[in-house]
C-alpha cells in the first residue's frame, strides 16, 4: 500500500490521472495540483480556511445566473482575466482588455457615422480612428464592434425591465477603404461591478472598491490578423489609476478635445459633435 503523508500525497494525486505523456491537459493539470498543494502545505491551511474557500466558491454559484457570471467577476477582481489578455497580447498590436459580461454577437449593423446615443443626454462625442496592421497600413473592411454604458453608468441591457432596447449603444461598423472607423455616440460614465454578492464581501475584506473607470468596449477583426477584445479609457478621468478589473493599460488611454474643424476630417456625421475622441487599433497577423 502506498505510503501517503503530507509530501507524498501530491505526486500520487498526479499518478491518479491517466494523462497523455507530454500533453497540455497533462502539464495544466500536474502545475495546477503542484501550485494548490504547495499554496496548501506552505501556508498548513486549517480546516475552518479549507471550508471557508469551498464555501466562498459555492456561494459564487449559487448567485449565478445566465446574466450573472459569478466566477467571471472573480476572475476579473483578483487580476487573472486580465492576466490572461496580457499573456495572450501580441506584441505590436493593440494591448488586450476585459470583454466584460454585456458583449452580445448580434449587435446591430451600423453605416459609418451613425449616432449610437439614441437621444440620450449627454455631450456628443466623436470617436474616429484607424484599423492597421502593425506596419501601419490601414486595414479597410475591417470590423468594429463597440458597445458601452450610458451617461448614468448603466448598460441599456440590464435596464430592459424598464424599456430600453439591450441593442442601443452598440453597433458594428466597417472600415472604409482608408481604414477609418467613425461614429458619434455620449461618453459613458463609471460603474460599479456586482458587490452584492461574495466578491463584494471579498472587496470588502480587502477594503477595495467596486468602480470600473469609464471606457468604450471593442472587438476588432480582419481577416488573416488576430481579432482583438480590448477597451479604450478617457485620460484623466475617475478610476483610470485603480479600476476595480484592472482593465486599463497605459496604451489604451485616450484623450477628448473639444470639437474643432471636425468637417475637415471629410467624415458624413449623421449628428455634430461637441468633442473628438480618436484612437487607432493595430492588429496583428494571424499565426
Ligand atoms: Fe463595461
Partial sequence: MRDINQFTITQAVKDSFRTEAGS????????????????????????????????????????????????????????????VDLINSKGGATEGSNLGPFYLDDAPRKKLGADLAGGREGACVLVHGKVTDTLHKPLPGAIVDTWQADGAGTYPIQEQAQGQDKMDLRGIFETDDQGRYYYTTILPKPYTVPFDGPVGRLLRAGDRHAWRA?????????????????????????????????GVRKSLLARVLPARDVAALGYD???????????????????
Fill in 24 to 83: 497540455r491537459f497533462e502539464k495544466l493539470l500536474h502545475g495546477f495540483l503542484d501550485h494548490l498543494h504547495d499554496f496548501t502545505r506552505e501556508n498548513q491551511i486549517t480546516h475552518e480556511e479549507w471550508m471557508g474557500v469551498l464555501n466562498f466558491l459555492y456561494d459564487c454559484g449559487q448567485i449565478s445566473t445566465p446574466e450573472r457570471h459569478e466566477f467571471i467577476l472573480l476572475s476579473d477582481v483578483v487580476g487573472f482575466s486580465a492576466l
Fill in 214 to 246: 469609464a471606457h468604450l468596449h471593442y472587438i476588432i477583426r480582419h481577416p488573416g490578423m488576430n481579432a482583438i477584445t480590448t477597451e479604450i479609457f478617457f485620460e484623466g478621468t475617475e478610476y483610470t489609476d485603480n479600476d476595480a478589473v484592472f
Fill in 269 to 287: 456625421l449623421d449628428r455634430e459633435p461637441d468633442a473628438v475622441c480618436e484612437f487607432d487599433f493595430v492588429l496583428a497577423p494571424e499565426g
